[in-house]
């Protein structure tokens, strides 16, 4: 099993700054996707930001030049940094993380796991 624990949410005013953090733990082999995602209020959960393991990145289009996604690996840790914050920003971010676990000793399993949410709220 898989942990995924989040911090850095909080609520800002439009055009500061906010960084997420989000440490995954328990039975890790490795981890080949992280990523946060966002839903506000009546809206569905939508893809802000991913980095797969070799480190390659996309983005949203709405947080495109505003929004940065760093990890590092060995820590197994997920970072979003979010500059020039609007209040259309406001929302609960989830990390998420696509994690090869092993299994029966020998074999390899990747699972999707979600963190709790960390509300990030946008004054304006």
């Known amino acids: 099993q898989v942990q995924l624990v989040e911090s850095g949410g909080g609520l800002v005013q439009a055009g500061g700054s906010l960084r997420l953090s989000c440490a995954a733990s328990g039975s890790i082999f490795t981890i080949n996707r992280m990523g946060w995602y966002r839903q506000a209020p009546g809206k569905q959960r939508e893809l802000v930001a991913a980095i797969i393991s070799g480190g390659s990145t996309n983005y949203a289009d709405s947080v495109k030049g505003r929004f940065t996604i760093s990890r590092d690996n060995a820590k197994n840790t997920v970072y979003l940094q979010m500059n020039s914050l609007k209040p259309e920003d406001t929302a609960v971010y989830y990390c998420?993380?696509?994690?090869?676990?092993?299994?029966?000793?020998?074999?390899?399993?990747?699972?999707?796991?979600w963190g709790q949410g960390t509300q990030v709220t946008v004054s304006s």
């Open positions: 998420n993380a696509h994690v090869m676990s092993v299994y029966g000793g020998t074999s390899l399993r990747q699972s999707v796991y």
